[in-house]
């Protein structure tokens, strides 16, 4: 179903289309391809809407720390909006003090994408197109791009990316969705369990900027390879959670890049029993505790969206890759396709 949500300041329809197949509802607004909610039963099948969003479009302009929101053209940091690329030095759009985030002060998540809605066999979902002009947010190239939401006949949410460019850039496209499975305006995630494929994550500055190390997991609040309860070590005096307020690093996934999607994270509720899995083809997961969520943003629910009411588990490349060669490459070329997969299955 497609409905008219609001209107931006200058006079751009905005629309939500809501789907519902195996189980899951879905609604997506043409506004940054967000996703405003996702809801899922319990056990006993009760439905919950499990992510954060608003009631209007106006909230989403002025106020949203990226709720449900597509972000590039660069996803997470780069540090002081620079890279150089093939000997070309580039200056980004810098919106996270001295920093680069989630594509710049208008990245694809303020973007208003076209829209348009298939069904294939048992499946159904949305095809979102968007072309990012050459210099936009100081980014090289036209970059054409592709994100597929699928809804399977089991209920999964599968995000399939696609990019090409007409000149070399650097491409991270990531779904920024605020995850609660106990419900939208249930409170704290602290209790949820989570668990990461991951042995080595990548410690930040006091900027939240990577500092190359691929630090081993083992010992520290960042070990999450046997599943733990989000707040189990969240108030550690480790520095790396005093810069962050909390968690807000990248985990370097086993696995690393892979053709298809392999299975990264669970996240469950042990309240009402609902659980998430998330596979994905990318190299990296970032994982954000809600740290900056400060009582001032009134959700879908009506209540306020306090420290720790959400946490974010955004599948991606790595923070400032264009600057660490070492790190798996973000460089897209003329003539090849950006290509990535991420699938969320839930349960109860």
């Not at 954060?52 to 590039?72: H, K, Q, R, W």
């Not at 480790?238 to 370097?252: E, I, P, T």
């Not at 001032?296 to 955004?314: I, Y």
Request: aromatic share 10%; with cysteine.
């Amino acid at each position: 179903m497609k409905e008219l949500f609001g209107k931006l300041a200058d006079g751009t329809e905005i629309h939500r289309w809501s789907l519902e197949n195996g189980g899951t509802r879905l609604k997506v607004l043409s506004y940054g391809g967000i996703v405003q909610s996702l809801e899922i039963p319990d056990g006993e099948g009760r439905y919950a809407n499990v992510c954060l969003g608003f009631d209007t479009i106006e909230d989403y302009v002025t106020a949203s720390p990226y709720f449900g929101a597509l972000v590039g053209r660069y996803g997470n940091r780069i540090g002081k909006g620079r890279f150089t690329l093939d000997g070309t030095a580039y200056q980004l759009s810098v919106n996270d003090g001295e920093n680069s985030l989630h594509g710049g002060s208008e990245g694809f998540d303020k973007a208003v994408w076209e829209v348009e809605p298939f069904t294939q066999g048992p499946d159904i979902g949305l095809v979102l197109q968007h072309t990012s002009a050459d210099g936009e947010m100081g980014f090289p190239g036209t970059l054409r791009t592709k994100v597929t939401y699928t809804l399977t006949e089991h209920g999964d949410w599968r995000v399939d990316y696609e990019a090409t460019t007409d000149k070399v850039t650097v491409v991270n496209l990531t779904s920024h969705v605020y995850w609660n499975l106990a419900g939208e305006s249930s409170g704290s995630v602290n209790g949820h369990e989570l668990e990461i494929a991951a042995a080595r994550y990548t410690p930040v500055d006091s900027g939240l900027i990577p500092t190359g190390e691929l630090a081993d997991v083992a010992g520290t609040p960042f070990d999450f390879r046997a599943a733990k309860a989000v707040g189990a070590d969240l108030r550690v005096a480790h520095q790396q959670l005093l810069y962050a307020k909390g968690f807000d690093h990248n985990w370097v996934l086993d696995k690393g890049v892979t053709a298809e999607p392999q299975h990264v994270a669970t996240l469950k509720d042990p309240s009402s029993g609902r659980t998430l899995r998330i596979a994905t083809t990318e190299p990296g997961l970032q994982f954000y505790s809600g740290n900056f969520l400060d009582g001032t943003l009134v959700g879908t629910g009506g209540a306020v969206h306090r420290q720790g009411d959400a946490l974010c588990l955004e599948t991606q490349h790595h923070p400032d890759s264009p600057n660490r060669p070492d790190f798996p490459s973000t460089v897209l070329r003329p003539g090849r396709t950006y290509r990535t997969t991420t699938i969320h299955s839930f349960d109860a």
